[in-house]
Structure formats: C-alpha cells, structure tokens
C-alpha cells in the first residue's frame, strides 16, 4: 500500500476516535406555528421573522441576531447578543450566557422554545425485574432540585420513588394525587406516569414510560423541574469509594529507617549552620 494512502487511513481513524459524538438536539415551539428546529453543530442564529408578530427564524448571513445557540463538544450553549433583554431559561433572565439542557424551556420575544431530543425516550413496557432490582444493589443516582420547593436539594433514590401528592416520596406543591414513579429494573432506572393518558415530561418529551439516563430533566408539574444525575455509577464503584483507606503499617521498635526519613534532620541542621554563619558576618564583618 502507498505511503499516503497509509498515513490517509491512520488519519481517518484517528479523527473517528477523537471526534465526541454530540448529541442530537431540536428546538421546539410549543404555543407556535414555528416548525421545529433541528440543532446542527456549530452556530445557529435566530432572529426576528418579518412573517409573524412574534416570531424568530434562522439568521442569514450579514443579518444581526437576537439569540444563538452553539452545539459542540462541550454541550449546548445560548448567548444573548447585546442589547437585546427579556430571554429567560426555565423563568430565570439570561443577560449573556447560559448552558442548556435537554428539557429547558427558553423565551424569547413572546416565543417560547423549548430544547428537546431527536429521537423519543418513550417505551411500551417496563423490563421484567430480576436480582439486580434488590435496594442494597442499586447504583444509588439522586435527583437536584432545579426550582420550586426541592431547589439547591438532593434527593437519594435509594429505593422505589413516588412523586405527586402528600403521601408520595416527593411531595409536590398543589398536588393531590400520585403522578409518576420511579424503579429500578434489570440495573436501569426507568420512569412511569401512574395513571394512563397522564404523561410527565422528559427532556421537554411527554412520556408515560421511559427509561432514564444521566443528565435527564424531569418535569412533573409547572414550577417543578428535577435533574437526574450519576445513575449509571456501578454499586462496586460506590462500595470502593466508601471503603475505609487501609491503614499505614508502622515500623517496629528498633527497626531501621529508610535514609528518606532522615533526609529532614541534616536539612534542618544545614539551614541553622548557613544562618548562624550569616549571622557571625554581621556582627563581627568581614576581616
């Protein structure tokens, strides 16, 4: 084979290996004629449309934008150019920059937008448990807190979670009835709407069952948004971190020590001899 179309070959599987695989996003327009937005990597810039008395649209070349959104490696990101007020995420203003998430809600002139994913989470059927489904081998994921009552705290599911009303796990403000659960089947958690036809939303998707992975935002009622967070870590990963650091053995009585250990005393005794040497120059000179 020919040297370039080796070193061609190496290259392209390099470049496979180091390009991260990013996620596949959509903005959505609940409560507008705007069709839905695919995300593609890179920058995509909304202005105002001329078509609507509130509307945004893809930025042409050369035209100033309101709001960009920037897919890369490091996730999605918005930035708001300058001048322009009013933009929020999940109800709370954004002057310059802000990271999204799958399932954040964004307003913007009177439009809200709303970052979901490609391809649907639904599932039909929850998976049949087996041992793993046990609470003492559950990888131990927490749900933070993003508004309402529950924000800046982080909930442990350690077992199986109702959410809803008062008697549930998560109880949610101005709820009366249970309105979703979450278990832990065949070692994934998965999430299910407790009455049929009532759905919940999962990255900005309504879905009565589903399973769940990390970074996932869940929205059970208005004012109350959750991030799921660390459920894939393996319970042996937790039991070794839990471990307690085995102890240092000590050395016997009488046992010699390495020279490592006496290298502080000959430090110690080299600095006080150099500074009472300095110290004689001062106070008799030099002859």
Same mark, same amino acid.
């Given at each position: !084979? ?40 890179? !920058? ?10 509130? $509307?945004? !649209?893809?930025?042409?070349? $050369? ?11 490091? $996730?999605?990101? #918005?930035? =708001? ?7 929020? =995420? ?6 310059? %920059? ?12 009177? =439009? ?24 003492? /081998?559950?990888?131990?994921? =927490? ?11 982080? %909930? ?9 009303? /008062? ?27 407790? /009455? ?5 939303? %999962? ?5 009565? #069952? ?74 008799? $000179?030099? /002859?």
């Amino acid at each position: !084979m020919p040297a370039g179309n080796q070193f061609g070959t190496r290259y392209a599987k390099i470049s496979r290996v180091n390009i991260p695989r990013l996620p596949r996003l959509i903005l959505r327009f609940p409560a507008h004629q705007h069709s839905d937005l695919p995300l593609q990597p890179g !920058m995509s810039r909304l202005c105002r449309d001329p078509d609507f008395d509130r $509307g945004l !649209m893809l930025a042409r070349e $050369g035209c100033r934008s309101l709001i960009d959104f920037c897919l890369d490696a490091r $996730g999605l990101w #918005l930035h =708001v150019a300058e001048g322009v007020a009013g933009v929020h =995420v999940n109800g709370r203003p954004v002057r310059t %920059l802000a990271l999204l998430r799958a399932g954040d809600c964004i307003h913007c002139e009177g =439009v809200e937008m709303c970052v979901g994913e490609v391809a649907g989470r639904a599932a039909k059927a929850l998976p049949e448990p087996d041992e793993f489904d046990a609470p003492e /081998k559950l990888p131990f994921p =927490v749900l933070r807190g993003l508004c309402g009552d529950d924000h800046g705290r982080t %909930l442990l599911i350690d077992r199986s979670l109702k959410i809803g009303g /008062k008697d549930a796990d998560i109880v949610l403000e101005g709820e009366q009835d249970m309105l979703a659960q979450i278990d832990c089947r065949q070692g994934q958690l998965w999430l299910q709407a407790v /009455k049929t036809g009532q759905a919940v939303q %999962l990255n900005g998707e309504s879905v009565e #069952l589903a399973q769940l992975q990390h970074g996932d935002q869940l929205a059970f009622a208005p004012g109350s948004r959750y991030l799921l967070e660390a459920p894939g870590q393996s319970a042996a990963v937790l039991a070794a971190a839990q471990k307690p650091a085995a102890a240092v053995p000590q050395p016997e009585a009488g046992q010699n020590m390495s020279p490592r250990r006496w290298q502080v005393p000959w430090l110690l005794l080299a600095a006080i001899l150099s500074a009472a040497f300095l110290a004689a120059l001062l106070w008799f $000179g030099v /002859k």
